[in-house]
């Protein structure tokens, strides 16, 4: 065989080595963006076959508040006396903090003012998406300027669950405030991604996929865009309580903040035979996994099944508190 038949062959292989390689980088950047767009590339309002409880609900005041196309409210409680401290409280991935006003009721009877603004693309609040993790972030800093404007004298907490809570942690680290409450808390937004993603696209490539998203972060958001809430914990030079379920499957143990974390400053609350919503009581996190099936299936179900099944929940036993948990919690913002 001539030199000249031999380079040809080698540039034959290399070309489709070339073009293989390209194919499936090709597939891996379509299979991350639609990843990242499932989850972020969307507005998160209320499900129209769940109940929201609201402040009427709970003989709360509130006094709604608007930062530019970001909307929520701050709640006091009808009859107790102010204690002068507010908490901005930061919800979760889902339609923003009306899915919370149990907890807000708890902060508010105890005699907290409590703000709690709905992220961008996220229930009262304007934008077509919420973009990404760290959008959660900018909504909480802004949350904090502007309360700290209205109520330049009175001390700061910063509450947050699941993603809220990923979001107070990162913004504690950029302003000035007194305590921060993390429940349930993730790591960084590439591990919380490739966790989510694990169910549907396997382990293996999920973990090839992480890249991809770093990369996505950092392109819409610059290099605050992958931080890292357990680093931002760790550093943190004021008291920090992390709180998590030792059954959480939704933030499991290895992307959990309270695994990660560490500093004389931060105290650790595992909420034994807990899941994400280590908060509730046992029984309410049972029936909340309840609704969270049929929600699964709802595609299935006839007109008349959603209507019998949704219109007879108890959503007020799916929101129960244990008195333990609220009351450790509370004991950390008294202290």
């Known amino acids: 065989m001539s030199a000249y038949i031999l380079i040809m062959e080698i540039w034959k292989i290399v070309l489709i080595a070339a073009s293989a390689l390209a194919f499936v980088l090709l597939i891996l950047i379509f299979t991350a963006v639609f990843a990242y767009n499932t989850a972020f590339n969307r507005r998160y309002d209320k499900n129209k076959l769940l109940k929201y409880f609201t402040a009427e609900d709970f003989n709360l ?20 006396q102010n204690n002068g401290k507010i908490i901005v409280f930061v919800h979760g991935m889902g339609p923003g903090h009306c899915a919370y006003i149990t907890e807000i009721a708890y902060f508010c009877n105890l005699g907290y003012t409590v703000a709690a603004v709905d992220s961008l693309g996220c229930g009262d609040s304007f934008g077509k998406k919420i973009k990404g993790m760290y959008e959660g972030v900018i909504s909480a800093v802004d949350t904090i300027d502007f309360i700290q404007k209205r109520y330049p004298q009175n001390k700061i907490y910063l509450v947050g669950h699941s993603w809220g809570g990923y979001c107070a942690l990162c913004a504690a680290s950029q302003r000035k405030i007194d305590k921060v409450i993390a429940i349930s808390a993730p790591t960084t937004p590439t591990k919380t991604l490739m966790q989510g993603a694990k169910p549907f696209i396997g382990g293996f490539l999920a973990s090839i996929l992480k890249p991809f998203w770093w990369l996505a972060n950092l392109c819409i958001f610059g290099i605050k865009g992958n931080s890292n809430a357990a680093k931002c914990a760790s550093e943190l030079n004021i008291p920090v309580l992390l709180v998590h379920g030792d059954c959480d499957k939704i933030v499991n143990s290895s992307n959990a903040v309270i695994n990660k974390a560490s500093g004389k400053h931060i105290s650790k609350l595992i909420a034994k035979g807990k899941a994400h919503n280590p908060y509730n009581t046992l029984e309410a996190e049972a029936t909340l996994c309840e609704l969270s099936s049929a929600l699964a299936r709802v595609r299935k179900m006839t007109e008349d099944e959603k209507n019998a099944y949704f219109s007879n929940f108890d959503f007020s036993a799916a929101t129960v508190e244990d008195e333990d948990i609220m009351f450790k919690i509370s004991e950390f913002l008294n202290d």
């Open 61 to 80: 005041i509130k006094s709604e508040i608007s930062l530019g196309c970001l909307n929520g409210a701050v709640y006091s409680k009808a009859g107790v």
